[in-house]
């Protein structure tokens, strides 16, 4: 259960009844929707979990930072244990660049100066002290080379990074870090490789190259190619999904990765899938795991999602243009949450959330606090920025996010849900440890009665739902506190019925 200090007065969830359908239910309360919970339709047999982008405050760790050491102060650090730790994330990805870590320039032409005592390390070790003490596997990479090492350096570049991770792995122990991820969204304009596939494909060789050497191959992986398909800039003619072929039959990875920022109007439309090409035979069949490394919603420009948007950050004085001001509303919980369920669908082995907190990131990297990238659950240094508490306050995504992580551990078996007659009603199944999970997503504009049969034969079930909804007026967020009589059980043959109302995302669950 969430601690009272955690609750949001602003934000509250409803909760519903689980009632079965027998030949009693009324005519209004007949299903619109009938889905089957079919224990043999497994879409992915060992979902590796939900995370969120944790980086580390790269403005705010040290004396020299524009903001000081604000994060020297351990009570910051528990704050966001606190929260995390409600959360349960299976990932943290965490990107940086290595001359707010511990590079400090050029010796000379060939020879780095680097220090892995710098302050700004301690902070990156509080973050990988709580992954490694909570078995939370971690991503780790930086987002482009130095400004130093820009003119296609990349032979050093990688041999900095391998003493680097041999200083996290081997003399630190963090066994917490199972992946590396080269140079963000490679095929766009603002990267390095300015979305040359080869330049990249020669970085990440090096840096195989180099793991090797340094003998830390075994348990480090490299994740690529981490793309973002709607921002494809093709310096040689291929296409992203040309990025993700090559990706996918390249042995130099051994997990694939692809950033996704839909609109709502995608995720509405169930056309995640077609718009990310994760319909095509190279993904569904894909030979490695697909992790989502980057998801959010991304409004497509001139509409009216982006309209709104910029009207609301143009009222807000500490916000970047890049910000995603749906994030203190409950409909951004609503449509991520059901874009979840598509890309679960689509069998995607892991997805992780930008972002945590909106203190990490400023549009130029700068520390220009009224540039913050405002996309996260929460600013944790509004009190120092700021002068107010008002932006430290949990935001209705942060729920919607850590029901779906606390249900979708490691481990899970996906499951497809027949839909028999409502396309329009998306949902899909879990099994973990004979826990059993269904979530439910209605972007409609009307209520829908859903009918759910077990072809399994589950016995004595109790299901508890948390419902995330358009309405942020109603009863309580958690209906674990639900009387213990209005639980429901499923026997032998007996449906659940479920009404889901007109824009909601429901998670039906066993566990307690």
Request: aromatic share 12%.
């Amino acid at each position: 259960m969430i601690p009272n200090k955690l609750r949001a007065n602003y934000f509250i969830v409803s909760i519903y009844t689980l009632f079965f359908c027998f030949s009693s239910c009324s005519e209004s309360e007949l299903p619109t929707t009938i889905l089957t919970f079919d224990d043999s339709e497994v879409i992915n047999s060992n979902f590796l979990g939900l995370g969120v982008q944790w980086s580390t405050y790269p403005h705010a760790d040290s004396n020299q930072d524009k903001w000081g050491n604000i994060m020297k102060d351990k009570k910051r650090w528990e704050f966001l244990y606190q929260r995390l730790e409600y959360m349960q994330p299976q990932f943290i990805r965490v990107l940086d660049h290595a001359e707010q870590r511990y590079f400090r320039g050029m010796i000379n032409q060939s020879i780095p100066n680097i220090n892995f005592d710098r302050m700004e390390m301690h902070a990156l070790y509080q973050v990988l002290d709580y992954c490694q003490e909570n078995n939370i596997t971690v991503i780790m990479g930086e987002w482009n080379p130095p400004w130093q090492l820009r003119n296609n350096q990349y032979a050093v570049w990688v041999k900095m990074i391998g003493k680097y991770m041999q200083h996290l792995i081997i003399k630190k122990k963090y066994t917490c870090i199972k992946f590396y991820s080269l140079i963000n969204k490679p095929n766009t304009i603002t990267a390095n490789t300015k979305g040359d596939y080869n330049q990249y494909h020669t970085a990440i060789s090096l840096l195989k190259n180099e793991f090797e050497t340094v003998k830390i191959n075994e348990q480090l992986k490299l994740l690529g190619p981490s793309i973002d398909p709607l921002l494809h800039y093709s310096k040689d003619g291929l296409t992203s999904l040309d990025w993700l072929q090559k990706s996918n039959s390249d042995s130099i990875y051994n997990a694939i990765d692809l950033q996704i920022y839909p609109s709502e109007k995608d995720i509405s439309s169930h056309t995640i899938t077609k718009v990310f090409n994760l319909d095509k035979d190279v993904i569904k069949q894909k030979n490695k795991p697909l992790i989502i490394s980057e998801f959010g919603i991304r409004p497509q420009k001139n509409s009216e999602e982006s309209h709104y948007n910029d009207s609301l950050i143009a009222l807000d004085e500490h916000a970047s243009r890049l910000s995603q001001m749906k994030v203190y509303e409950n409909d951004y919980a609503v449509y991520t949450s059901a874009a979840v369920v598509q890309l679960l669908e689509a069998n995607a082995d892991g997805i992780i959330a930008w972002h945590l907190d909106d203190a990490m990131f400023t549009e130029a990297n700068d520390g220009n606090k009224n540039q913050l990238i405002k996309n996260g659950m929460w600013n944790s240094l509004a009190d120092t920025l700021f002068n107010t508490t008002s932006d430290k306050k949990l935001r209705p995504w942060y729920y919607s996010w850590s029901w779906l992580s606390q249900n979708l551990p490691r481990g899970s078996q996906v499951i497809k849900l027949t839909n028999n007659n409502h396309q329009k009603i998306k949902g899909v199944g879990t099994i973990n440890n004979n826990d059993y999970v269904i979530l439910l997503s209605n972007l409609t504009d009307r209520d829908e009665y859903v009918e759910i049969n077990f072809t399994d034969n589950i016995v004595d079930k109790t299901f508890y739902s948390f419902s995330i909804g358009q309405d942020d007026t109603i009863l309580e967020f958690n209906s674990m506190i639900l009387p213990k009589n209005k639980h429901q059980r499923i026997g032998i043959n007996h449906p659940l019925f479920v009404k889901l109302s007109a824009r909601e995302m429901l998670i039906l669950t066993t566990k307690k």
